[in-house]
């Protein structure tokens, strides 16, 4: 008995906390990608679209989560409360234990599940001669070069997007430029020096080409799916330095068509107001000092080493100092990686509110990165003369999905919002988006939650913030897994427990008329 009044006081220990006031209406709120590396800040800073302002009335009444503030941190607070590893690892429906970093733990382990088994399926593809791991490393192996010289970059006006700033609830464009295309790395600092990152991709390529063996293979489909964070590949460098394979006017494979097509994608999605500076964050991380208490219980964990100095075998975006990570039936990575999870914080604004208030994990915000991993995909050298945004199959998108997710550096709600827009549909419908795919104007942030409000509603039900639009958005994506013939969860995870002794996660409705004033 003693046990159960423990567990029900870890589940209930996020205060029910309504909002007074909370608004009647449906929320539009305001943010933006990409530095996986150290070394590379701020990349996608943009805009082409003319600036839509802001109501004050759209930024949420009730600042982070009162209820994580007032918490130490993790370890700490298990210690303090004698909660066990088993009850913060818990699957339950009903556990609503938070991370340091304000992510909901069942919901990150969710995730990693999911994307795990994509990974899974894509292994096991590979080894028995499935092309489409194979191409999409392809993609990475004979990108363009952006060098003009040996180590001068190509510059022009067409590779810049015009920079917007979240300012006093408006979005504004602020004069300067972003460089989006081309942008370049220390990583990959000369032609040379791409060239030999280069050809570590052709030589992946090469053995899958030139090995029918699945035993063989099995060794090179793993190599392909983890080659991108691997740091011998230096794809970040690679990424920054080059553009689409079909972009290179000397190749067979050249494709106009399917090169102006990519870019502008990227140009188009990278343009969204969600990708706006936030007071020195962005997309929904925060700026350095912003989140202190974030920052104090990293540091705890960090123990005075840098992010990029950690290295880890765990998969995905779920905390590795809260002893949850998924356990998995095969490596995923052959060496231990850098994780993003070590890097950023949780902002303070209406983008990290809509986050936050949605239950959606946040890792790094909105990724910019999923759709350059697109965009290089689907013009890719296999993909000459297809229609750009018929290029890929869902089956070849998770995979990308699983590759940024798996390493720890986007969650699948940012991830999500780079596939629809590639596809202009709702492939899937996370809680909110940067607005219409086509359009003078994106509208800032759209939310998909027309029932509670999620994106400016604060109040929280059982210990949770207004999780059911994002529920129903991982469920459309495993049933998606599903339907590949792969089960949504494997079949045990860390604490040994078969995913069949929890129960399903259930959808509680509470519109806004209901909530206490």
């Not at 990608?33 to 070394?39: F, L």
């Not at 850098?338 to 509110?353: E, L, P, S, W």
């Not at 945004?389 to 199959?393: G, Q, R, Y």
């Given at each position: 008995?003693?046990s159960?009044?423990?567990?029900?006081?870890?589940?209930?220990?996020?205060?029910?906390?309504a909002?007074?006031?909370?608004?009647?209406?449906?929320?539009?709120?305001?943010?933006a990608?990409?530095?996986?590396?150290?070394?590379d800040?701020?990349?996608?800073?943009?805009?082409?679209?003319?600036?839509?302002?802001?109501?004050?009335?759209?930024?949420?009444?009730?600042?982070?989560?009162?209820?994580?503030?007032?918490?130490?941190?993790?370890?700490e607070?298990?210690?303090?409360?004698?909660?066990?590893?088993?009850?913060?690892?818990?699957?339950?429906?009903?556990n609503?234990?938070?991370?340091?970093?304000?992510n909901y733990?069942?919901?990150?382990?969710?995730?990693?599940r999911?994307?795990?088994?994509v990974?899974?399926?894509?292994?096991?593809?590979?080894?028995?001669?499935?092309?489409?791991?194979?191409?999409?490393?392809?993609?990475?192996?004979?990108?363009t070069?952006?060098?003009?010289?040996?180590?001068?970059?190509?510059?022009?006006?067409?590779?810049?997007?015009?920079?917007?700033?979240?300012?006093?609830?408006?979005?504004?464009?602020?004069?300067?430029?972003?460089?989006?295309?081309?942008?370049g790395?220390?990583?990959t600092a000369?032609?040379?020096?791409?060239?030999v990152?280069?050809?570590?991709?052709?030589?992946?390529?090469?053995?899958?080409d030139?090995?029918?063996?699945?035993?063989?293979r099995?060794?090179?489909?793993?190599?392909?799916?983890?080659?991108?964070?691997?740091?011998?590949?230096?794809?970040?460098?690679?990424?920054?330095?080059?553009?689409?394979?079909?972009?290179?006017?000397t190749?067979?494979f050249?494709?106009?068509?399917?090169?102006?097509?990519?870019?502008?994608?990227?140009?188009?999605?990278?343009s969204?107001?969600?990708?706006?500076?936030?007071?020195?964050?962005?997309?929904?991380?925060?700026?350095?000092?912003?989140?202190?208490?974030?920052?104090?219980?990293?540091?705890?964990?960090?123990?005075?080493?840098?992010?990029?100095?950690?290295?880890?075998?765990?998969?995905?975006?779920?905390?590795?100092?809260?002893?949850?990570?998924?356990?998995?039936e095969?490596?995923?990575?052959?060496?231990?990686v850098?994780?993003?999870?070590?890097?950023?914080?949780?902002?303070?604004?209406?983008?990290?509110?809509a986050?936050?208030?949605?239950?959606?994990?946040?890792?790094?915000?909105?990724?910019?990165?999923?759709?350059?991993?697109?965009?290089?995909?689907a013009?890719?050298?296999?993909k000459?003369?297809?229609?750009f945004?018929?290029?890929?199959?869902e089956?070849?998108?998770?995979?990308?999905?699983?590759?940024?997710?798996?390493?720890?550096?986007?969650?699948?709600?940012g991830l999500?919002?780079?596939?629809?827009?590639?596809?202009?549909?709702?492939?899937?419908?996370?809680?909110?988006?940067?607005?219409?795919?086509?359009?003078?104007?994106d509208?800032?942030?759209?939310?998909?939650?027309?029932e509670?409000?999620?994106?400016?509603?604060?109040?929280?039900?059982?210990?949770?913030?207004?999780?059911?639009?994002?529920?129903e958005?991982?469920?459309a994506?495993?049933?998606k897994v599903?339907?590949?013939?792969?089960?949504?969860?494997?079949?045990?995870?860390?604490?040994?427990?078969?995913?069949?002794?929890?129960?399903?996660?259930?959808?509680i409705?509470?519109?806004?008329?209901?909530l206490p004033?």
């Open positions: 008995m003693k159960l009044l423990m567990l029900a006081a870890v589940w209930t220990f996020v205060s029910f906390s909002c007074a006031g909370a608004p009647q209406y449906e929320s539009v709120c305001g943010a990608d990409e530095t996986d590396c150290k070394d800040s701020a990349l996608f800073q943009s805009a082409l679209r003319p600036a839509i302002r802001l109501e004050e009335n759209m930024r949420s009444p009730v600042e982070w989560d009162p209820d994580l503030l007032e918490r130490p941190c993790l370890l607070w298990m210690k303090e409360t004698q909660t066990s590893t088993e009850q913060v690892c818990s699957d339950d429906p009903r609503n234990i938070k991370s340091d970093k304000g733990i069942q919901f990150t382990r969710r995730e990693d999911l994307m795990y088994n990974w899974q399926n894509a292994l096991q593809d590979c080894i028995i001669g499935e092309s489409y791991v194979r191409d999409i490393v392809a993609s990475f192996a004979e990108r070069s952006c060098f003009k010289t040996e180590t001068e970059l190509l510059d022009d006006e067409s590779m810049y997007v015009p920079a917007k700033e979240l300012v006093d609830g408006r979005i504004v464009v602020n004069g300067e430029s972003s460089k989006v295309l081309c942008k790395s220390s990583k000369s032609q040379t020096q791409l060239h990152q280069l050809d570590l991709f052709r030589n992946l390529v090469s053995q899958w030139h090995n029918g063996d699945t035993k063989n099995t060794s090179v489909c793993k190599d392909m799916l983890s080659a991108h964070v691997l740091s011998e590949y230096a794809f970040i460098g690679v990424l920054w330095s080059t553009r689409p394979a079909a972009c290179n006017t190749a067979a050249y494709d106009q068509s399917l090169c102006k097509a990519s870019e502008k994608y990227l140009l188009d999605f990278l969204r107001d969600l990708f706006a500076q936030t007071g020195g964050g962005f997309k929904g991380r925060a700026a350095k000092g912003e989140n202190e208490r974030a920052e104090r219980c990293k540091e705890k964990v960090l123990k005075g080493r840098k992010w990029y100095e950690v290295l880890s075998m765990d998969i995905g975006i779920t905390e590795e100092n809260t002893k949850c990570s998924v356990a998995t095969a490596s995923v990575f052959p060496e231990p850098v994780k993003g999870t070590n890097h950023y914080d949780q902002a303070n604004n209406i983008i990290a509110d986050y936050r208030q949605c239950g959606a994990p946040l890792v790094a915000g909105i990724s910019g990165t999923m759709p350059q991993y697109l965009a290089s995909a013009a890719g050298p296999t000459q003369g297809y229609q945004s018929k290029a890929l199959s089956k070849e998108v998770l995979t990308l999905m699983s590759m940024l997710e798996l390493a720890g550096f986007h969650a699948m709600t999500t919002m780079g596939v629809n827009f590639y596809y202009k549909k709702m492939v899937v419908t996370p809680p909110f988006d940067s607005g219409a795919f086509e359009g003078p104007h509208g800032i942030i759209r939310c998909h939650d027309h509670t409000h999620c994106c400016t509603n604060s109040t929280k039900v059982g210990g949770f913030y207004n999780h059911q639009v994002y529920l958005m991982i469920q994506w495993e049933q599903q339907e590949f013939g792969l089960p949504a969860f494997p079949a045990s995870d860390s604490s040994g427990k078969t995913n069949a002794q929890w129960p399903a996660p259930s959808l409705r509470v519109p806004m008329s209901a004033r």
